[in-house]
């Protein structure tokens, strides 16, 4: 299975090596939190990011449009002196329209500009298991996650490399991110920036996705 691979010394916590027991993260077999729903249509055709962290800051209280969030995080070109922008490094393209070449931006960038409406209260679980996503949900706080557009895993065929200023990465442009908002045992709830509120996904499929995606997940804390 292709993942996209995370640079720029990116430590994934909770990776294989951790000999301690993992955290009790089914102590509720479903939960379900309110959060703003925000669609980032029709003036982000590709801002699912920073329409995502604008639901995921509503419910923290902080009243912040997604727009604002739009001109505020890091950008890079698409292509510049033959090599593509990086997604560790800001929103790699143009976000408004898909007129003009454009990708996303991996979690950093996002749990960077969250710090600022939220500092020091930023949790970052980029690499822990999705246990602990629905951990954090089942206490009451949305998760913010990079997952496959089609909520699948990517096939093999989808995906292609690119050389960046960073060294190579595997990109596919089946990407998308979504705030969950609830789980079951056998479905995950997510606010969709593309779609409704609490749209329903069957959980296996999600998980591998977003596992796919290299476990990619910011959160707060109360």
């Known amino acids: ?5 995370l640079s720029l010394g990116l430590v994934l916590a909770g990776c294989s090596g951790n000999e301690s027991p993992p955290p009790d993260t089914e102590q509720k077999s479903e939960a379900k939190v309110d ?5 980032q249509l029709p003036e982000l055709e590709r801002g699912c990011e920073v ?15 997604k727009m604002i969030l739009a001109e505020e995080i890091e950008k890079v ?11 560790a490094e800001g929103f790699v393209g143009n976000m408004e329209t898909m007129d003009e070449p454009g990708l996303g931006v991996y979690h950093g960038p996002i749990a960077e500009l969250a710090e600022k409406y939220l500092p ?11 246990g602990e996503v629905l951990k954090h949900v089942a206490d009451g706080r949305p998760v913010w996650v990079l997952v496959p557009s089609t909520f699948d895993v990517v096939p093999e065929e989808e ?3 690119w050389e ?13 991110s979504v705030l969950v908002t609830g789980f079951d045992e056998d479905h995950v709830y997510v606010n969709d920036p593309l779609d409704e509120k609490n749209a329903q996904h069957p959980k296996e499929a999600f998980i591998d996705g977003w596992e796919q995606f290299g476990n990619q997940a910011i959160t707060y804390e109360g």
Not at 1 to 5: I, R, S
Not at 35 to 39: D, F, L, Y
């Open 1 to 5: 299975m292709k993942k996209v691979f």
């Open 35 to 39: 959060a703003p729903h925000i669609s």
């Open 51 to 65: 329409t995502t962290l604008a639901m995921l800051l509503q419910h923290a209280g902080e009243d912040v449009d």
């Open 77 to 87: 070109p698409f292509e510049q002196d033959g090599k593509r922008g990086h997604p």
């Open 120 to 130: 020091g209260r930023v949790i970052d679980l980029t690499g822990e298991s999705f």
């Open 159 to 161: 995906w292609e490399t």
């Open 164 to 176: 960046t200023e960073q060294g190579e990465i595997d990109i596919t442009y089946s990407w998308h």
